[in-house]
Each structure stands twice: as C-alpha cells, then as structure tokens.
C-alpha cells in the first residue's frame, strides 16, 4: 500500500497583506522505504507541503477544495485533511509520522531531560510502562551512535554538542517506530564531517526499519547522496520530479539546470559557479504563467508569462513542466 499520497494539495495564507498561495497543485507519492527530497530555495514551498501532512501550518492556512493526503497507517488509509482535532492528530504526530527540524533545540524542552522528553513521548504514544520505555530510550540513543548513552539520557539538551543533540533529536524520531518520517534540513546546521555521518545513519535506518523519508534541502548535492527520487520545488509549485539518477543526470527544467550548475564542480575547482540569477519573487508579487518566468534564461514572451505549463513525461519516470522542454520533444 502506498504510505503516502498528496494529490493537488493547494494551500493559501490568509495575512495582512492579502491571500497568498504557497503550495500550488502539488502531487506526489511515497512507498515503505523510500527516500524522497524536496528540494527548492527558501520560500518554495517545500516545508509548508511537509508540514501539511502533520498539520503544523499555523492557523491563517487555507486548505482549497481537492487537496487530498492520505496516510497508510496499519492497515487503515487515514485522510489526513479530515484530521481536525490534536486528539484526531495524536496518531499522526509523533507515533505514526515524526519529524525532525534543522534546529535539533527546537524539538527539546530546555528545562527536561532528553531522556525524560524520550521517555513522555513513548508513554503518550506506545503502550509499555515507564521502564521499557526508558530501556527502550537508551537503546535508541545507543543505535544512533551516541556514546556513554545512559549518561545523555538524564542530560539537557544544551549539554550535548551539535551534532550529539541532532542524533538525540532522530533517536527521538524513531523511538515511536514511524512510518513516515520527515526530515527538514537536517544537516544544513552541521559541520560537513558530520552531516555525512547522520547521512549514513539515515540510510541505515531506512533500511533497518523500511520507513519512508521526506528528506527537506535546498541542497541537491545531499539529495544526490540520500534519496530514490526528488521533487524540486518554486514558489510553491513541484516544477521537476522523477528518479534521482534521472533528474540529476539529465535535469530538464532550467530552474533544475540553474541549481545544479551552482554546485561546486569537484573535477574542476577553478570552473565558476553559477547561481540562478535574480532572487525568488515574493509571493505577494507572484509571476503569472510559468511562475519561473522572471528568472528564466529561456523564457518565452507572450507565452510563459501567460500560460501554465503543465507536467510532461520526459524520460523513465521523470516529469519537468516547461514549454521550452515540451517545444523540444516535439521537435525531435
Ligand atoms: Fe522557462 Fe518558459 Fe520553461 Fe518556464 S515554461 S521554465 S519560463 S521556458
């Protein structure tokens, strides 16, 4: 059974200023044990969709009509859009679906253990008494690499170096044997010898416990290393989606092109980098049409900034929408 499918989820703020849209008609699916990235400069879009499946947008978010995430969870498929209540949410939030934030101190309580926040999650989601689980917590503190755990299990999160505190922070996670975890930036915090090591830590777990993973980066170099498949992101729409292999070797979309050919070249140190130009409009000012117009090196007058391409099979599971990409096939 699929774990997770988000069908046309559109999702609008109400703020001050007006009605913006910050998720556009987003689709995508993930099975048991697959490691799916988002990826997309900041204000894509891309937390605000991961945040939905937990319902941790705030309150001025409005959800339009079809927008559909469904939820497998045992051998239920649960509507998470029906999920109104946080007694209705309890299932969902830290027992079936965990999440873990770029910030690890976002996620522990400052003036309670790590292991007594380890120990209250399991009791409010789990049926087993106070001492399994406490073993239980210890032993997931030990399985993410952390040394001398028992003696972290009764300290303060601000006792623990960085990239200690992040291990915590997805030993927490997992205590509760998610299905889905989702994982927003992760590593972005974290010093490169240690993200490749909570990278590695990631993947074993995936395999060990077949859970599927919503791996949150505006980095494609990471989602290059982790995940199955990616879904990149611009202002709240999915503009490119596939097999990583296949979106990274052969990006079709000039906003994907325009991230990769920012990643420094190992092979060519001296090759210049080059960013996308120009900076991610507000979603106040939203560009109609091909919401990329405004960037785009490629960028056809009178009918990008018009019309809204739409998403096109462009190789083994891969879809781009652009008209320039489709004016292409057509042609060959
Ligand atoms: Fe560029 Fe047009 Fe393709 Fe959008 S649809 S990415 S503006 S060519």
Avoid at 226 to 232: G, L, N, R, Y
Wanted: proline share 6%; hydrophobic share 40%; charged share 20%.
């Amino acid at each position: 059974m699929t774990l997770l499918n988000v069908e046309n989820l559109t999702l609008e703020f109400d703020t001050d200023e007006g009605r913006i849209t910050a998720v556009d008609n987003v689709s995508f699916t993930l099975e048991p044990g697959e490691v799916m990235g988002l990826v997309g400069e900041s204000g894509s879009g891309k937390s605000v969709t991961a945040k939905s499946i937990m319902k941790l947008n705030p309150e001025n978010a409005v959800y339009a009509p079809g927008s559909k995430i469904e939820l497998a969870i045992g051998n239920e498929q649960i509507d998470a859009m029906s999920l109104k209540t946080s007694r209705d949410m309890k299932v969902v939030r830290g027992g079936a679906v965990s999440m873990i934030f770029q910030e690890p101190m976002a996620s522990f309580a400052p003036a309670i253990t790590i292991g007594d926040q380890m120990v209250e999650q399991l009791l409010l989601h789990k049926n087993m008494t106070k001492k399994e689980a406490s073993n239980l917590s210890v032993e997931m503190l030990e399985r993410v690499g952390i040394s001398d755990a028992p003696k972290r299990f009764k300290q303060y999160a601000f006792e623990l170096s960085g990239g200690m505190r992040q291990r915590a922070m997805i030993a927490m996670a997992l205590s509760t044997s998610p299905k889905l975890l989702i994982a927003d930036e992760p590593t972005t915090a974290l010093d490169v010898t240690i993200q490749a090591q909570v990278i590695d830590l990631m993947k074993d777990l995936v395999a060990e416990f077949g859970m599927g993973i919503i791996f949150i980066t505006h980095d494609l170099g990471v989602i290059a290393q982790t995940a199955d498949k990616v879904a990149v992101m611009y202002l709240g729409r999915i503009i490119e989606q596939g097999l990583v292999r296949e979106v990274i070797r052969t990006p079709a979309h000039p906003y994907t092109q325009g991230l990769l050919h920012a990643l420094p070249n190992l092979e060519d140190l001296d090759a210049p980098l080059t960013p996308v130009p120009g900076d991610i409009p507000s979603p106040l000012e939203r560009p109609r049409g091909c919401v990329f117009h405004t960037r785009c090196p490629v960028a056809m007058a009178g009918r990008c900034d018009a019309e809204v391409p739409q998403m096109q099979n462009v190789g083994p599971d891969h879809w781009t929408a652009c008209f320039a990409v489709e004016d292409q096939r057509m042609a060959s």
